[in-house]
Structures are given as structure tokens and as C-alpha cells.
């Protein structure tokens, strides 16, 4: 994580990521879309819980890649889309920057693009988001973290000598 830029972790657990995919999806479910366009890799798991729960059955990517680890590098289209979007929905999990969304907005000006999580710089780039993350806030994604066991602050004390 570039310690110049993030200060701050907001970190999503799967039942978070599920709650928050759901509310977006009560703010569309009057909508009546062509397909869904995910924006990979993280638009595929919203774009998928996003198809369930509005019984969309027709999804497509569009394949970016920006981030290099933690940094946003260059953007690299790995596979565009033959359409301008007239009756989609776009998903991606974050408008960071705005680098990616600015791309794909022009790829794709016609379709309704939606985030689930949205940070002041790419907010513009937009129709939709649920929640307002700090730019300076490293989001912690489900499927980037993993559980393990922490042991007990006092048997940490007492491996390092600590307890009293």
C-alpha cells in the first residue's frame, strides 16, 4: 500500500459486500436492463450478486487491468465490447481515481454505470453508488483478505516477555 496516498483501511467482509450489493440493487430493481457489463476483475462478484438479484441472465466484461498490487499503474484494455451500452448495466466493485471508469465511460457511454463502494475523485464518472468511501482509504476487499487465528493478547504478552 503506497503510504503517500493511503492512510486509512475500510475493510468489507462478504456480509457487508452482500448487504450493500442488495441495497444498490432495491435502488434498480425498477429498471428494465438489456445485460449487465461487469468491469473486471472487480466488477465480476457484485456483477454476479447484481444478475441474482435482478434475474438478469445476459452478462459481458469489459477486461481493464489499473492496479499493479496496491499502486494504480497504466491502463491495459484486454477486451472492449462491440456495443455503446444503450440499455446496460456496468458494474464495477469501486470508482477509485476515476482512470478506469473515465476508459470504460467512453467505451460505453450509453450504459448505466453503477459501483457499489465510490471515492470523491471517480464519483463524477458515475450514475450510481451506495457508499462514500475517503480517497485516502485502502479498500479491503472479501476476496483480497483471508481469516486467520490472532492469539489472545495476553499469550502475545507472555511470548514476548511482556506480562506482568
Known sequence: MSSERYRNYFTITWDRLHRDVRALCHQL????FVGIVAITRGGLIP???IARELDIRLIDTVCI??????????L??????????????LIDDL??????????R???PKAHF??????????????QYLTEVSQDSWIQFPWDTGISFVEPLVDQLRSRGESS
Open 29 to 32: 430493481v425498477e429498471r428494465d
Open 47 to 49: 456483477a454476479a450478486l
Open 65 to 74: 487491468s489499473s492496479y499493479d498490487k496496491m499502486a494504480q499503474g497504466r
Open 76 to 89: 491495459d484494455v484486454l477486451k472492449g465490447i462491440d456495443h455503446d451500452g444503450d440499455g446496460w448495466l
Open 95 to 104: 470508482v477509485d481515481t476515476g482512470k478506469t471508469a473515465g476508459a470504460v
Open 106 to 108: 467512453r467505451m460505453l
Open 114 to 127: 453503477v459501483t457499489v463502494y465510490a471515492k470523491p475523485d471517480g464519483r463524477p464518472l458515475v450514475d
